[in-house]
Structures are given as C-alpha cells and as structure tokens.
C-alpha cells in the first residue's frame, strides 16, 4: 500500500533552517510528482513547492522561493523540504504529498505532517 | 496567487444535499480544468475527495459530486451524514502551481 511518512516535529528559533523528509513507498517513486504543503494552526491550506519525479525540475510558492528548497533521493524514495531564515508565521503542519499521475492533477497520498514550530 | 473563495461554512440536516462554492478567476478555474476537493477531519491529514473538476477517486461515496461554471466550482454532498462533518477545501492546479480555497467548514445539524 502507498505510505509517505515524515519525520517528527521540529522546534527551532527565528532564523534558523529546518529540514524535513517524507519516506515513500509502496508505488513507483520516480513516476510521480512530489509536493509540499503546509497549514498554519488553525488555519487553511497552502501550496510551498514542488519536485519533478527525475528531480530535474522544483517549483516553488512565489512567496517562499527564496528560502524554501525541495529535493528528492531516488535511491531511498526520499522527498524533503528544508526552509531557511524561518520566522514565526513558517510555524505550521507541513504534509508531503503524491500528484496522481493516471489523469488531471491533484493529490492522492498525503503524508501523517510534520509540525514545525518556530520559537524563540 | 491569491486564494480561491469559499464560504466560511456550510450546515445542513442529515438526508439533504449541500452544495459548497469555490470561486477563483478566469486564469485559474475559468481556464483549467484541473478543479479537485478535499475533505479534512479534525487533526487529520486532508483526503481527495474530487479532481479534474468531476471525478471521484476509487473507494469515494457516490454521494459526493464536482461541477464548474465559468470561474466557479461547486461540491456537492448528497444524503448528508454525520460522518461528513468536516473543512472542505478546494484547489486547482495552475502554471505549475497549487492554490487552495479558504476552506468551508461543514456542519451536520
């Protein structure tokens, strides 16, 4: 069955950079697009970026391109997001997501999230 | 990209039908038909309900149901159920990015 599970919560300080990683199995990593989502407490949902299924190609939020980077690892099935210089609005449950790749787009598969709690 | 709009929330008795409304612009939903919805329980992570405006993914109720006009998307839940209670958002897919509604949270009164 198709699981994406992410690492566990995160607290760290204003300007600081934060890393989190999403395990996929049990489908063809590298046939699908990968994405991150984020939901401040709260709060509604908002698209942060994504990464091709060769990893050749990310896209990002306009308002997070300069400190928000996505990567994948094709040889562990590995997607992370690391955001950089964080401020205390980046607080927020982060989800890794699967695109469906059979029609259209959309998200199939999200993962369990990950809050990351930007404190002093 | 601004967010999509949706009502802050929707109510209604078991056995009816509700309908949630999803307005963007005619870039976004007006141009694309990429429209899906998802479901959201309480501390939960978001489940697909509907995407490319009108499909339902394998193993979702028959009771749920996609449409669009001009630059509004609609959903609909028929024979509502207690089990339905929960934030509805919607998104479209556009030039290589995401945006989501505002979210509409469903009452069963």
């Known amino acids: 069955q198709v699981q994406l599970v992410q690492s566990g919560a995160e607290v760290k300080k204003p300007g600081a950079s934060v890393k989190v990683s999403c395990k996929a199995s049990?489908?063809?990593?590298?046939?699908?697009?990968m994405h991150w989502v984020r939901q401040a407490p709260g709060q509604g949902l908002e698209w942060v970026g994504a990464?091709?299924?060769?990893?050749?190609?990310?896209y990002y939020a306009r308002n997070l391109e300069d400190r928000v980077t996505v990567a994948r690892d094709t040889s562990t099935t590995t997607v992370y997001i690391e955001v950089s210089s964080l401020r205390y609005e980046d607080t927020a449950v982060y989800y890794c997501?699967?695109?469906?790749?059979?029609?259209?787009?959309?998200?199939?598969?999200w993962g369990q999230g990950t809050l990351v709690t930007v404190s002093s | 990209q601004s967010a999509l709009t949706q009502p802050a929330s929707v109510s209604g008795s078991p056995g009816l039908s509700i309908t949630i409304s999803c307005t963007g612009t005619?870039?976004?939903?007006?141009?694309?038909?990429?429209v899906s919805w998802y479901q959201q329980h309480p501390g939960k992570a978001p489940k697909l309900m509907i995407y490319?405006?009108?499909d339902r993914p394998s193993g979702v109720s028959n009771r749920f149901s996609g449409s669009k006009s001009g630059s509004t998307a609609s959903l609909t839940i028929s024979g509502l159920q207690a089990e339905d209670e929960a934030d509805y958002y919607c998104?479209?897919?556009?030039?290589?990015?995401?945006?989501f509604g505002t979210g509409t949270k469903v009452t069963v009164l």
């Open positions: 997501l699967r695109e469906i790749i059979e029609a259209g787009k959309a998200f199939d598969y």
């Open positions: 049990g489908f063809t990593f590298s046939n699908h697009y």
């Open positions: 990464i091709s299924p060769t990893g050749g190609r990310t």
């Open positions: 005619n870039s976004d939903i007006g141009y694309y038909n990429f």
């Open positions: 490319d405006v009108s």
């Open positions: 998104s479209v897919w556009t030039d290589n990015s995401y945006v």
